[in-house]
């Protein structure tokens, strides 16, 4: 499974992680990972059904986010992977870059809307407001 390999190549004590499967994993998978994964910065979750190219992608990054934020506030970066990514430059290096340009949001295109900026922002807060409740 690409997944394992991937996380085995880029875990990090300092780092958190949050690796979501889809609702119908099987219980055995689902338990093997979490057997193969314990450290306590990993987060082995298969709460939603995703659907490629639903809303429930999005929903399960948000998620994502709101688990990272309660296992450690203290992250400055996220970054989205699924479990075909793998990483062509080394982790030390990516670790690099994101030291050097602390503070920057790399995902907001430039033609991004203010309004747009503005209703993603509200909906973030308003989530978190919430405690991440549907």
Same mark, same amino acid.
């Given at each position: 499974m690409?997944?394992?390999?991937?996380?085995?190549?880029?875990?990090?004590?300092?780092?958190?992680?949050?690796?979501? %499967?889809? =609702?119908?994993?099987? !219980?055995?998978?689902l338990a093997g990972l979490r057997r193969a994964f314990p450290q306590p910065n990993i987060r082995i979750a298969n709460e939603v059904q995703g659907c490629w190219g639903c809303n429930s992608l999005v929903y399960i990054m948000f998620l994502g986010l709101h688990t990272l934020l309660r296992m450690s506030p203290h992250w400055t970066h996220?970054?989205? %992977?699924? =479990?075909?990514?793998? !990483?062509?430059?080394?982790?030390?290096?990516?670790?690099?870059?994101?030291f050097e340009h602390q503070g920057k949001v790399f995902m907001y295109p430039s033609k991004l809307k203010d309004t747009v900026l503005k209703r993603v922002t509200l909906n973030w807060e308003t989530w978190l407001r919430n405690d991440g409740d549907q």
């Open positions: 690409e997944s394992i390999h991937l996380l085995h190549e880029i875990w990090h004590p300092h780092d958190v992680f949050y690796v979501h %499967l889809n =609702a119908n994993t099987s !219980p055995g998978l996220a970054t989205l %992977l699924s =479990a075909t990514s793998f !990483p062509i430059r080394s982790v030390a290096h990516y670790r690099q870059h994101l």
